[in-house]
């Protein structure tokens, strides 16, 4: 199972560590250093994408076996050199106005993100961009799930308050546009209108990319005469707490009876996962060049750690781990959370990565423990959801 789930981690990281120590070695940045910031890298990656692991597993258990091939394969090569590599390098050449010719010999040049003409400097010159066009996103995906239907409550009042909240139609844009507004004309002054320009083409998306899931996965179970399904499909193209609302068919948690998503809906899954990536990924490029000025380690970095949180994903898919831990979701979606307010607030503070990775792992471990404190309480219940994902 280790083998089969992370085969393909472990034969990048091989890979990774081969190119790194060559790019040390032809780079004079020596074979050692090279070697050290790569590790160094994967780790802050997979320590602050750990809580999108859960998410994307709560999304990728109702893909087919072909998407979710999809989603470690042609996804992973989006990951690493789509955001972790080409991206920067786009984001650079639009805020700086550089050619991408330019734009790539700049970024070969590295240099420090303080001083004023190097790739890093430009880099997070973007960074309000960035913050703003990640941090709502996350925000709608973590409103989605406070004000959402769940199975399972963890912090019982406040999220038994959202569900009441939530009745009220489009409650998460209009608190998601409340946060932005606030944001971009308090202490995010002096880059207002980027701010509400990325923070609504933030929003957008969201709404987009989630909404055309939604829509398909309907349709093609409305077409193929599964009425009973289509309102279950609806509420997965979410990948939120209505996913695990309505995450089995009868009694019991567990993917069991559960319709799969192939086709244009399972497609756009698949989308709503990459911006989801996209989203976790700002942060790491950005705290990277707090390590490392040279793009190309960061890229090696990052994508090693990339690949580990896809295997981590599917692991947990094919484990049943977030049957088997009913607070586990909960706990990503109120870390998610907290990267999203993070990430805003960082448009004029800077956080450093290790805070927002310890706080994201605080959630999570503090879910895991809940979830196993139940089990033993509640016995019974906890072998029927084991059961059920069996």
Same mark, same amino acid.
């Not at 034969?11 to 940045?29: D, E, K």
């Not at 650079?92 to 400097?121: F, K």
């Given at each position: 199972?280790?083998?089969?789930?992370?085969?393909?981690?472990?034969?990048?990281?091989?890979?990774?560590?081969?190119?790194?120590?060559? *790019?040390?070695?032809?780079?004079?940045?020596?074979?050692?250093?090279? =070697?050290?910031?790569?590790?160094?890298?994967?780790?802050?990656?997979?320590?602050?994408?750990?809580?999108?692991?859960?998410?994307?597993?709560?999304?990728?258990?109702?893909?087919?076996?072909?998407?979710?091939?999809?989603?470690?394969?042609?996804?992973?090569?989006?990951?690493?050199?789509?955001?972790?590599?080409?991206?920067?390098?786009?984001?650079?050449?639009?805020?700086?106005?550089?050619?991408?010719?330019?734009? $790539?010999? =700049?970024?070969?040049?590295?240099?420090?993100?303080?001083?004023?003409?190097?790739?890093? *400097?430009?880099?997070?010159?973007?960074?309000?961009?960035?913050?703003?066009?990640?941090?709502?996103?996350?925000?709608?995906?973590?409103?989605?799930?406070?004000?959402?239907?769940?199975?399972?409550?963890?912090?019982?009042?406040?999220?038994?308050?959202?569900?009441?909240?939530?009745?009220?139609?489009?409650?998460?844009?209009?608190?998601?546009?409340?946060?932005?507004?606030?944001?971009?004309?308090?202490?995010?002054?002096?880059?207002?209108?980027?701010?509400?320009?990325?923070?609504?083409?933030?929003?957008?998306?969201?709404?987009?990319?989630?909404?055309?899931?939604?829509?398909?996965?309907?349709?093609?179970? =409305?077409?193929?005469?599964?009425?009973?399904?289509?309102?279950?499909?609806?509420?997965?193209?979410?990948?939120?707490?209505?996913?695990?609302?309505?995450?089995?068919?009868?009694?019991?948690?567990?993917?069991?009876?559960?319709?799969?998503?192939?086709?244009?809906?399972?497609?756009?899954?698949?989308?709503?996962?990459? $911006?989801?990536?996209?989203?976790?990924?700002?942060?790491? $490029?950005?705290?990277?060049?707090?390590?490392?000025?040279?793009?190309?380690?960061?890229?090696?970095?990052?994508?090693?750690?990339?690949?580990?949180?896809?295997?981590?994903?599917?692991?947990?898919?094919?484990?049943?781990?977030?049957?088997?831990?009913?607070?586990?979701?909960?706990?990503?979606?109120?870390?998610?959370?907290?990267?999203?307010?993070?990430?805003?607030?960082?448009?004029?503070?800077?956080?450093?990565? $290790?805070?927002?990775?310890?706080?994201?792992?605080?959630?999570?471990?503090?879910?895991?423990?809940?979830?196993?404190?139940?089990?033993?309480?509640?016995?019974?219940?906890?072998?029927?959801?084991?059961?059920?994902?069996?």
């Amino acid at each position: 199972m280790i083998l089969k789930t992370y085969g393909w981690s472990f034969a990048v990281t091989i890979v990774g560590l081969v190119l790194a120590a060559w *790019y040390g070695l032809s780079a004079h940045l020596g074979i050692f250093q090279a =070697l050290l910031l790569v590790v160094i890298l994967c780790v802050l990656e997979i320590s602050l994408s750990f809580d999108n692991a859960v998410v994307n597993a709560t999304v990728l258990e109702r893909m087919s076996d072909f998407w979710q091939r999809i989603f470690l394969s042609v996804g992973i090569i989006i990951a690493v050199f789509g955001m972790r590599l080409v991206f920067p390098i786009i984001l650079v050449s639009v805020t700086a106005g550089l050619g991408p010719v330019e734009t $790539v010999q =700049l970024a070969l040049e590295g240099g420090d993100p303080e001083e004023p003409g190097t790739y890093g *400097y430009a880099l997070n010159e973007a960074h309000p961009t960035i913050a703003a066009f990640g941090g709502m996103f996350l925000l709608m995906l973590f409103l989605n799930f406070l004000f959402g239907e769940k199975e399972h409550h963890w912090l019982k009042p406040v999220e038994r308050l959202g569900e009441r909240i939530g009745k009220l139609e489009a409650v998460q844009v209009i608190v998601a546009g409340a946060v932005l507004l606030v944001a971009a004309e308090t202490f995010a002054t002096d880059h207002g209108r980027t701010v509400l320009a990325s923070g609504l083409a933030g929003i957008l998306t969201y709404l987009l990319v989630n909404g055309l899931g939604e829509l398909f996965n309907v349709e093609e179970h =409305l077409e193929h005469g599964d009425e009973q399904h289509a309102d279950q499909a609806g509420a997965a193209a979410a990948g939120t707490g209505a996913v695990v609302a309505q995450r089995s068919g009868g009694s019991g948690g567990g993917p069991s009876g559960v319709a799969k998503a192939t086709g244009k809906a399972a497609f756009f899954l698949f989308l709503y996962l990459e $911006v989801l990536d996209a989203s976790f990924s700002f942060d790491g $490029v950005i705290g990277a060049f707090a390590i490392t000025s040279d793009p190309i380690i960061i890229a090696i970095g990052l994508g090693v750690g990339a690949m580990y949180i896809r295997s981590m994903t599917v692991h947990l898919v094919r484990e049943g781990t977030l049957a088997q831990y009913p607070y586990l979701e909960n706990g990503a979606l109120w870390a998610i959370g907290a990267l999203a307010v993070i990430l805003i607030i960082s448009i004029e503070v800077h956080i450093p990565e $290790v805070v927002t990775g310890l706080i994201g792992l605080a959630f999570i471990v503090a879910a895991l423990i809940s979830s196993i404190v139940r089990n033993r309480r509640h016995p019974e219940e906890a072998r029927v959801e084991a059961h059920a994902t069996a």
